[in-house]
């Protein structure tokens, strides 16, 4: 992805899980139910964002999501996660009212994005959002190439 710079676009959907079971945790056979209460021990998944900003892709246009229970911390965690691993895009979202609305925040600017007559998904709006930032993206970046190069 990295010879597209800037026309390379990654849309960071989903996470399976902040969590998994480690290979060498896993029982071997199947845990037998006369063995008592079962405790299970998580480990969290690996963050490869940042890698993905600074090694693989960094001049692509990135964007990721942040999916809260909490809408009174949602856009504060989305705000942390544009920071931290540097994207362009994160897009903010309620469990209970995901496919309904979503807040797209940028660096400087929070939209609200809803399911209306016209979109009947929400993702059919924020997609076209999403490809207009990239746009504005590609021509922000070719006119800075433009100006280091003469």
Known sequence: MECLRPLGMF??????SDFYV????????KIQSAGGPLDMRLAPVPKMLSLLRKEWAPTAFCISF???TDADILL????SALRKYQMHV??????LTRKEEVV???DNEKIKVCRDEQYSEVEEK?????????SQYIVLSNEALAN???
């Open 104 to 106: 797209v925040v940028t």
């Open 11 to 16: 849309y960071l959907a989903a996470a399976v």
């Open 22 to 29: 480690p290979w060498e945790s896993m029982a071997e056979h």
């Open 66 to 68: 942040k999916l809260e």
């Open 148 to 150: 280091t190069k003469s």
């Open 126 to 134: 924020l997609i076209d959002l999403l490809v207009e930032r990239h």
């Open 76 to 79: 504060k965690k989305a705000d």
């Open 90 to 95: 994160v897009v903010a979202n309620e469990l």
